[in-house]
């Protein structure tokens, strides 16, 4: 099993990831740690410096499984939704130009909230167009550079937009394009889901990255979720990337992230993954 941490490569808002702050000194002590990657949190692919980034990583060992695209959204309120025209042309724009990084890095590229929380005044049928012609394009530059998307069901108290799985699955097939998955966070699936298993397993093949998260958002352990049945459900589809810890840096950051991951390394030796 490949874990990974997230660390943010700026200041940002969201308090969901459990590194943030000088970017070499972190990646050496999350392979310190004895993570196998991690995972990049990118407001901009043009105000970082990405060959200081990829070799600061190599260097420690490690790999970049995905890079996350939410404080475009968080910092910026860019998203394919919004009901302004050039907001929405930044937001397509921002996620273009994280794939030439992307592909340097081998990592997915993850859509979260930058598809947007739309006004109540913005007609569905508007909001539904954007999203998807905002997909679309994203998905065909991608494709070209032989990059892949993930996007993530969110849960409704942050947005009224893809929330779940079924919804996510219908949406794949209305965008049309392989190279697009979904990322399943378990603690947006313990919010929306029936069974989180049944949806795991109804994703299969199309899940291309996976974040955990206890129930309380602290790391795996500290709530009440049934990891050993989430994991073992998760590999039997075939699975083979990364498993993400996304969780707050509670009660401190090294704490929640060494915690989660001798969890995470406790049930990989019960499971057998």
Same mark, same amino acid.
């Given at each position: 099993?490949?874990?990974?941490?997230?660390?943010?490569?700026?200041?940002?808002?969201?308090?969901?990831?459990?590194?943030? !702050?000088?970017?070499?000194?972190?990646?050496?002590?999350?392979?310190?740690?004895?993570?196998?990657?991690?995972?990049?949190?990118?407001?901009?692919?043009?105000?970082?410096?990405?060959?200081?980034?990829?070799?600061?990583?190599?260097?420690? !060992?490690?790999?970049?499984?995905?890079? !996350?695209?939410?404080?475009?959204?968080?910092?910026?309120?860019?998203?394919?939704?919004?009901?302004?025209?050039?907001?929405?042309?930044?937001?397509?724009?921002?996620?273009?130009?994280?794939?030439?990084?992307?592909?340097?890095?081998?990592?997915?590229?993850?859509?979260?909230?930058?598809?947007?929380?739309?006004?109540?005044?913005?007609?569905?049928?508007?909001?539904?167009?954007?999203?998807?012609?905002?997909?679309?394009?994203?998905?065909?530059?991608?494709?070209?550079?032989?990059?892949?998307?993930?996007?993530?069901?969110?849960?409704?108290?942050?947005?009224?937009?893809?929330?779940?799985?079924?919804?996510?699955?219908?949406?794949?097939?209305?965008?049309?394009?392989?190279?697009?998955?979904?990322?399943?966070?378990?603690?947006?699936?313990?919010?929306?889901?029936?069974?989180?298993?049944?949806?795991?397993?109804?994703?299969?093949?199309?899940?291309?990255?996976?974040?955990?998260?206890?129930?309380?958002?602290?790391?795996?352990?500290?709530?009440?979720?049934?990891?050993?049945?989430?994991?073992?459900?998760?590999?039997?589809?075939?699975?083979?990337?990364?498993?993400?810890?996304?969780?707050?840096?509670?009660?401190?950051?090294?704490?929640?992230?060494?915690?989660?991951?001798?969890?995470?390394?406790?049930?990989?030796?019960?499971?057998?993954?």
């Amino acid at each position: 099993m490949k874990i990974s941490t997230c660390l943010s490569t700026n200041p940002a808002r969201f308090d969901a990831v459990p590194f943030t !702050g000088d970017f070499e000194h972190n990646a050496a002590r999350i392979a310190d740690l004895g993570f196998d990657g991690i995972e990049l949190a990118v407001r901009d692919p043009g105000i970082i410096d990405q060959e200081q980034i990829l070799a600061a990583v190599a260097a420690a !060992g490690m790999e970049i499984p995905a890079i !996350g695209t939410g404080q475009a959204w968080g910092e910026e309120r860019l998203s394919f939704t919004s009901g302004n025209a050039g907001t929405r042309e930044k937001a397509v724009e921002r996620i273009v130009s994280h794939i030439p990084f992307a592909r340097k890095a081998g990592a997915v590229i993850i859509i979260g909230l930058v598809r947007g929380v739309p006004d109540k005044d913005t007609p569905q049928s508007s909001v539904e167009g954007w999203m998807l012609d905002a997909f679309r394009f994203c998905c065909g530059k991608a494709r070209d550079a032989g990059v892949r998307l993930a996007f993530e069901p969110i849960n409704r108290y942050e947005t009224s937009l893809l929330n779940g799985v079924r919804e996510g699955l219908e949406f794949l097939e209305k965008v049309g394009f392989d190279n697009l998955g979904m990322l399943l966070d378990t603690f947006h699936m313990n919010i929306e889901e029936p069974s989180i298993e049944e949806s795991i397993a109804m994703t299969g093949s199309r899940i291309f990255h996976f974040h955990y998260a206890d129930s309380n958002r602290w790391y795996p352990g500290a709530g009440h979720l049934n990891f050993p049945l989430i994991l073992e459900t998760l590999y039997r589809t075939g699975y083979n990337g990364y498993v993400s810890g996304e969780h707050r840096p509670d009660p401190d950051p090294l704490t929640a992230a060494r915690e989660g991951l001798r969890y995470m390394r406790n049930l990989e030796k019960q499971l057998g993954l």
